[in-house]
C-alpha cells in the first residue's frame, strides 16, 4: 500500500509545544514532500509549566512559543495557539467551540492528534477536545464566526509518548525525515534542558528510539505509529 497526502490538508492538535516532534512531525515533513495542499499545527497549551528544575517563571511560555515557532518553521507548517495553561485544559463546551472555529478556519481535511490513553491529562483532554470538534465543525448548528466545513475531516490517533499501551493500526514510513523530526527537537532548548530532570525524560534519545523500534516493527528504518478513529461516518478509506 502507498499512501499520498498529495492535495491534503493536514493539521496535528497536539497538546505541547514539542509534542508533534516526538510523534508525528515525520509524517507531517513527508505529507509537505508529497505535495500536500496545507500543512499545520494547533499547540493546545502554553508550555508555561515546562522549565527546568529550579528554573521555572513567568517568561517560560514565550521561550516555548518561540522555540515552536523556530520548530514549524523547518516543516514548514503554519502555527496556531489554543493557549490554555498547562495543567488547565479541559473538555468544555467552550473549549470544544474555540477548536471548532480554529477547524474551520483552517480547513483540514486530515486531523492528527494524540491518543485518549496517552501518560499526560494535557494529552487525553486534547484528544477529547479534538474528538468532538472535527465531528462538530461540520455541523451548522454550531456557530463560531466561520462558516461549517462541508464533511468533518478524518481523525487519527497519533502513538503515545514511549508507545506505551498503544496499539498501531497501520505505520507511517518516516525514515527520509527523521532529520527533519531531530532538527525541529532540538529547537525545544528549554525542553533539552530537563533531560535529567526526575518528572522528565531525555527527549532526543526517546523520540529515536521510538521511530526506530516503530520502523523495526513494520520493516523500514524509522515510521510513526497510527490508528485511525473508527466512528459512524469518521472512518476513512485510502
Same mark, same amino acid.
Given at each position: ?40 499545527? @494547533? ?8 522549565? /527546568? ?18 520548530? !514549524? ?22 473549549? +470544544? ?10 480547513? /483540514? ?5 494524540? @491518543? ?7 494529552? +487525553? ?21 466561520? /462558516? ?18 498503544? !496499539? ?33 525524560? /531525555? ?23 497510527? +490508528? ?11
Amino acid at each position: 500500500m502507498k499512501l499520498t497526502f498529495s492535495d491534503e490538508r493536514v493539521l496535528a492538535v497536539m497538546a505541547h509545544p514539542d509534542d508533534a516532534e516526538l510523534l508525528c512531525a515525520g509524517t507531517l515533513a513527508r505529507a509537505h514532500a508529497d505535495g500536500a495542499a496545507a500543512i499545520g499545527l @494547533c499547540v493546545m497549551c502554553q508550555g508555561d509549566k515546562g522549565a /527546568p528544575a529550579g528554573e521555572l517563571g513567568n517568561t517560560t511560555s514565550q521561550i516555548r512559543q518561540r522555540e515552536a515557532a523556530e520548530a !514549524a518553521k523547518l516543516l514548514p507548517a503554519s502555527l496556531l495557539w489554543f493557549d490554555a495553561p498547562d495543567g488547565e485544559l479541559f473538555d468544555a463546551y467552550e473549549q +470544544r467551540r474555540k477548536l471548532i472555529e480554529i477547524f474551520r478556519q483552517f480547513r /483540514p481535511t486530515l486531523v492528527i492528534t494524540h @491518543c485518549p490513553e496517552d501518560y499526560h491529562p494535557d494529552h +487525553r483532554a486534547t484528544y477529547a477536545i479534538a474528538e468532538a470538534a472535527t465531528w462538530m465543525a461540520s455541523s451548522r448548528g454550531h456557530l463560531t464566526a466561520s /462558516p461549517a466545513i462541508p464533511t468533518p475531516p478524518a481523525l487519527w490517533l497519533a502513538d503515545s509518548v514511549a508507545m506505551t499501551g498503544f !496499539a498501531p493500526e497501520f505505520y507511517v514510513d518516516v525514515t527520509a525525515h527523521v532529520e527533519t523530526k531531530q532538527q525541529m527537537l532540538q529547537r525545544h532548548r528549554s525542553q533539552l534542558l530537563r533531560g535529567r530532570d526526575s518528572d522528565f525524560s /531525555p527527549l532526543a534519545d526517546l523520540m529515536l528510539n521510538q521511530c526506530r523500534s516503530r520502523g523495526e516493527q513494520s520493516g523500514v528504518n524509522a515510521s510513526e505509529a497510527f +490508528r485511525q478513529h473508527h466512528a459512524f461516518k469518521r472512518t476513512r478509506a485510502w
